[in-house]
């Protein structure tokens, strides 16, 4: 049986007297493609960020290839291979496609040194690397135009592309086709499959795309109010009873 990279035991965030989280027991597999779902308001987007560190933990232990880092700061977690895609506000707009995908590979890798003979093998390491991440993400063709003259789909496939660029263990996605065509979606949905059956890396996945959930994940997490209410691969989640009221209506 395959490893669990990624575990919550008791998992609870509190914002006052207010529990968007609570005591939220959770494991992902390695190389596993994991969602969280739940109607809104439900405090998936909230145990989301627990895990990836940007909201506090309250209660309860998040445990990483076998570390405990639920005191552990953002930074240290990204050096440790945990990343997350952020939303397009963090592209820098006035820069090309290329400069973008450089600077996240530049940032997360830290290529500087001050021997000239090496700081060339590493600027051609990081060129092949930039190349790489273009062309998995289909911008080659875009590698020059300005990010802001990207098209919406564009834009979220290179936030995508820029947590890539880091080569994380686990990769946190929120929403990555929220606003996207349906071409958009299916190119999106083949990149994130990739990435887990092909690069093997652990997706830990919101979407409110249902089609899109079903059909690339591995297990499903079903939150309402806090709580989880259902675990389990797609198909058990499509026919659980307790899911069809809380999330379906019906």
């Known amino acids: 049986m395959t490893a669990d990279i990624l575990v919550a035991e008791g998992l609870s965030v509190h914002y006052g007297a207010f529990c968007a989280v609570d005591a939220l027991d959770l494991k992902v597999r390695k190389g596993s493609v994991h969602s969280l779902i739940g109607p809104n308001g439900a405090g998936k987007t909230t145990a989301f960020n627990a895990l990836c560190g940007m909201a506090r933990t309250s209660r309860g232990t998040i445990t990483y290839d076998g570390e405990r880092i639920e005191r552990m700061p953002v930074a240290r977690r990204s050096r440790k291979g945990l990343a997350r895609s952020f939303q397009i506000t963090n592209l820098f707009f006035e820069v090309d496609v290329r400069e973008n995908v450089r600077l996240a590979c530049q940032s997360a890798r830290g290529w500087r040194s001050f021997d000239f003979l090496s700081q060339c093998a590493s600027q051609s390491a990081m060129h092949e690397s930039v ?13 020059d135009s300005l990010a802001g003259e990207l098209s919406h789909g564009e834009q979220r496939r290179l936030e995508i592309a820029l947590a890539v660029a880091s080569s994380p263990t686990v990769l946190f996605l929120d929403e990555p086709t929220a606003g996207m065509g349906a071409e958009d979606i299916s190119f999106a949905k083949l990149l994130i499959s990739n ?26 997490t079903v939150l309402q109010q806090g709580r989880k209410v259902a675990e389990g691969d797609p198909e058990s989640i499509r026919k659980d009873p307790v899911v069809r009221a809380a999330y379906l209506g019906e």
Do not use: C, F, Y
Request: aromatic share 2%.
């Open 195 to 220: 990435l887990s059956k092909q690069r093997r890396m652990t997706i830990v996945l919101i979407e409110h795309n249902m089609s899109l959930v079903m059909d690339i994940s591995d297990r499903i």
């Open 131 to 143: 190349d790489e991440v273009l062309a998995w993400a289909g911008l080659q063709p875009k590698a």
